[in-house]
């Protein structure tokens, strides 16, 4: 299973992260980026889904609503 993961750095901006699962424990992690701006975070965001996407080869979340506000990345 595959998640996003986002968390605090330490110089304050967010961290966006795409986990991998299995029985219960992290076994795979892909750091995608860090963010300070909420614009910046929505595309690192899209950036994480795009990889999950990619390999599952069908969307987990709908993010439309993400796409429609910002031009392509």
């Known amino acids: 299973m595959a ?3 986002r968390f605090k750095t330490t110089s ?3 961290g ?3 986990c991998y699962k299995e029985q219960g ?3 795979q992690t892909i750091h995608v980026g860090s963010a300070s701006s909420e614009v910046a975070l929505t595309r690192l965001i899209r950036k994480a889904q795009g990889i999950i996407d990619k390999e599952k080869g069908n969307p987990m979340f709908n993010l439309d609503k993400f796409n429609k506000k910002l031009p392509p990345a």
């Open 3 to 5: 998640y996003i993961r």
């Open 12 to 14: 304050g901006a967010t």
């Open 16 to 18: 966006v992260q795409v």
């Open 25 to 27: 424990k992290v076994v």
